[in-house]
Structure formats: structure tokens, C-alpha cells
């Protein structure tokens, strides 16, 4: 009998001990990724004039377990061996950013990290280069270019990035500058197709742009690498469903990286107020044509001109019909709209769909406010000014938890949801004292 009890109890010691060095492993695992990122980081100092290692969180989405290389003001993060550890509160999003929590501001990247070293410090590096960017004089720029999702703002970036490609790929400078010239073309002719992307483009290549130009710098890619992580960079790039607030991350990076190769250090002298198109255009010392319609109808046939064309004709049809459905779902059938009091958000950057003049349909994203938390995995608009957000109207509800269609809604105490009768819209208001939730019809 005893025999009997033995080996049940040394299988149970035996998982325990398994399971206890997994954890020991993943520990040191990520002590290692906070190590890395450091010598990195020290290596390139001269980048910024600056050590950018900071403090870190690395959270696991699913378990919003942290992991960082500093402590927190409150006592949350408890010191783990060489790190610290503990779990995220719910009312903050998590999403790769800077973040101010707790008494520091950090640099929050998503679990799991890449596998590959040099994309692991890259993505590190660029969180980094957030964290830091308030004291590098930078402001945090996060505009959406909208016409980016249109057929020709698509067109001609895709045709720029075509001849990025080419610049990356170049024989000798002579080669090289011609596809500079030629992508500064395509970019100045979608400038003059929409006369406002002179101006929000260049914030947002300003903002994660030159995030994302640190990060390859310091990830300490060789020139063969770094050509080909480009490369590959901007072929994945360019299977996402939209682009206004991701292109930034392929067009910046490329310039700034070939500009590196004959005037090291360009990036001390961008501020605030730099145009980078037209940095770029004097620092390579490149003369653009007069006539930027007849030149880009000249040379397009050189970056597969043709079938980018006729691949965005039939994308702008289905498009179409798929923000009628859009408005139609958001707009003109009954919703539940809800305004912001102190809200924050995260989200995908790459799979937005910009909805006219109404504002833009993110497919997930996730909202706190004062009210509560909203999780959606099917679809919100949230309004142009960013002062509301639409979901489709509620299905059920049950004390403090509202859903509908893709969407949870947590409910903070001091507030219910109301339907109006005339429209059938529903809304948040404020109770004047704590009950239960009424569904009001």
C-alpha cells in the first residue's frame, strides 16, 4: 500500500519540479531580453546622446501578468529574482506603448517577443524611443491619415515603397538615387492629390517613424540584414488591410537608414517642427520634376505600376460596399453610443477602416473610462473628434455586464444604461446614487 502511495506522490513532485524550473527558465529568459536590450542600448548612446534603457513592462495579454526590470511606486511589481513581477490592473490596455503608471513612465511590449535577437531589440528599442521622447523634445503625434485608404493615396504609397525596395537594393549611389528620386516623386504627386498628408503624414513619420528608425539602429543589424529586414518589412507591410497609421514604420526607417550610409547622425538634427519629405529631398541632394503627374505616369511601369493599379480599382469597390454596411450598422440603425469622459484606448493600428467624414470602424479595440471597460472583437465606430464610441445596440444585460454583437461592455458603478425612444438609440448616463442596473425600454 505504501508502495502504491509512493508513486503517485513522485509523479506530483516530479510535475512540481518540472513546472518550477519552466518557471526558473522564463525567468531568466526574460532577465536575459532586459540585458540585451541594455548593452544595446549603452552601445548606442551617441545615437540620441542618451542611454534610452528605461523601465520596461513585458505583460502577457491573456494573463496580464507583468514583467519588469523596475520597481513601481505602489508595491504592485514584487522582486522576482533579478526582476519584478505581479499583474497588470484591469482599467489599464495594453498594447506595445509608453505608458505612464505608477510613478514611472515605461515602455509596455506584448508577450511573446520575437524569437529573432536583432527584431527582439528592435522592438524594445523603438518602446524605448517613446519613453524617452518627451525629453528628446518630441511631441507624441497619432493622426491618422484617412486618405491613405483611398484608392490613388494607396497607390502612389505603394508605388513609393516600390522604389524604396530598389533604393535598398541598388548597385552603386548613382542607381541608388535614381529610385530615391523616383519614390519622392510618387510621395510629392499623393501631396498634391491630398494637400493635407503634406501635413499628417509628416507628424506620424515623426512620431513612429523615428521610433522606428531607433529601433533598427540599435537592434545592430549588419547592412545585408538590415537591407533584407527592410525588404521583408515592407512585403508584409503591404498585406494589411489598411495603412494610415502603420506606413510610417516602413518609409522613415528606409530614407533614414541610406541616408545614414553618407551623413551619420542625421536624425540629431530632425525637431518638432522638421518636414522629413523635404529633409530628405536636401539631404540626398535630389531635384524633383516640375510635372509630377506626367513624370510619375513615366516611370510607374518600373514599380509594377500596372498591376498595383488595377488590384486598387477592385479593393475601392469592395470598400465601398463595405462601409455602406458600415454606416448602415453604426449610423442609421439603432446603436448604443457611448461619450468619453477620461478615456484610453488601445488597439491594431493595421486593420482600421476610415469611414467618410463619420470616423473611422476599428475591428478591436479596447476603451477605458470612467464608466468602465469596453472590449470590442467585432467592430466600433469611433467617432472623427474621438469624444465617442458606437457599438451596436445592447442584446443583454446582466447587473454591471452589457454585451452585443462582439462587444462586452463592464459597467462601473454610478452609471446604467437608457434607450431613447424616439431615436432607439441607447446611452450612457450617470445615477444619481449607486443601484443596480435597469434595463430601460
Given amino acids: 500500500m505504501i508502495r502504491k502511495l509512493c508513486i503517485p506522490i513522485l509523479f506530483l513532485m516530479s510535475i512540481q ?32 546622446g542618451k542611454d534610452l534603457y528605461g523601465p520596461m513592462l513585458l505583460v502577457d495579454p491573456d494573463t496580464r501578468q507583468i514583467f519588469a526590470n523596475f520597481s513601481d511606486s505602489t508595491g504592485i511589481l514584487k522582486q522576482d529574482g533579478k526582476i519584478y513581477s505581479g499583474i497588470l490592473p484591469a482599467e489599464i490596455n495594453i498594447a506595445n506603448t509608453a505608458v505612464n503608471w505608477n510613478g514611472r513612465r515605461w515602455a509596455m511590449i506584448m508577450l511573446p517577443l520575437p524569437v529573432n535577437k536583432q527584431d527582439r531589440i528592435n522592438l524594445l528599442a523603438h518602446e524605448l524611443f517613446h519613453v524617452s521622447q518627451p525629453l528628446l523634445g518630441f511631441q507624441l503625434f497619432n493622426v491618422e491619415n484617412n486618405h491613405l485608404d483611398e484608392k490613388n493615396g494607396r497607390i502612389y504609397l505603394r508605388l513609393e515603397l516600390e522604389a524604396l525596395k530598389k533604393a535598398l537594393q541598388a548597385h552603386n549611389e ?27 503624414e509628416n507628424l506620424l513619420e515623426l512620431n513612429e517613424g523615428i521610433a522606428e528608425y531607433t529601433g533598427s539602429v540599435i537592434s545592430g543589424r549588419d547592412r545585408k540584414q538590415s537591407s533584407e529586414h527592410f525588404i521583408e518589412s515592407i512585403n508584409s507591410f503591404l498585406s494589411n488591410p489598411t495603412f494610415v497609421r502603420s506606413f510610417a514604420y516602413q518609409t522613415t526607417p528606409v530614407y533614414g537608414y541610406l541616408l545614414n550610409n553618407t551623413k551619420k547622425g542625421w536624425n540629431r538634427e530632425i525637431t518638432v517642427k522638421t ?31 500596372k498591376a498595383i493599379i ?48 463619420k470616423g473611422t470602424v476599428y475591428p478591436n479595440i479596447r476603451v477605458t473610462d470612467k464608466w468602465g471597460i469596453l472590449t470590442v472583437e467585432n467592430g466600433a465606430l469611433m467617432s472623427s473628434k474621438w469624444d465617442k464610441i ?32 424616439v431615436t432607439g438609440n441607447y446611452k450612457l448616463t450617470k445615477k444619481r446614487e449607486t443601484t443596480n442596473i435597469k434595463y430601460q425600454k
Avoid: C
Avoid at 539631404?283 to 514599380?303: E, G, S, V, W
Avoid at 455586464?401 to 431613447?420: A, M, Q, R
Fill in 17 to 48: 519540479l518540472s513546472f518550477a524550473q519552466e518557471v526558473s527558465i522564463f525567468q531568466d529568459s526574460i532577465s536575459a531580453n532586459f540585458n540585451e536590450i541594455k548593452i544595446e542600448a549603452d552601445k548606442h548612446k551617441q545615437l540620441w
Fill in 174 to 200: 548613382t542607381e541608388r538615387k535614381t529610385y530615391l528620386t523616383h519614390a519622392l516623386t510618387f510621395r510629392k504627386y499623393r501631396y498634391l492629390l491630398y494637400p493635407g498628408a503634406y501635413i499628417t
Fill in 275 to 305: 518636414n522629413l519629405t523635404e529633409y530628405f529631398i536636401k539631404a540626398f541632394n535630389i531635384t524633383l520634376p516640375n510635372d509630377l503627374r506626367k513624370a510619375t505616369a513615366l516611370i510607374l511601369h518600373q514599380y509594377n505600376g
Fill in 310 to 357: 488595377s488590384e486598387e480599382e477592385a479593393r475601392e469597390n469592395k470598400t465601398k460596399k463595405l462601409i455602406a454596411e458600415y454606416k448602415s450598422k453604426f449610423i442609421t440603425q439603432p446603436h448604443f453610443e457611448l461619450v468619453f469622459e477620461k478615456m484610453n484606448v488601445s488597439f491594431d493600428p493595421r486593420n482600421i477602416i476610415p469611414i467618410e467624414d
Fill in 390 to 421: 458606437l457599438v451596436t445596440s445592447p442584446l443583454k444585460i446582466e447587473n454591471k455586464i452589457i454585451t452585443g454583437e462582439g462587444w462586452l461592455l463592464e459597467l462601473n458603478d454610478g452609471y446604467s444604461v437608457i434607450k431613447d425612444e
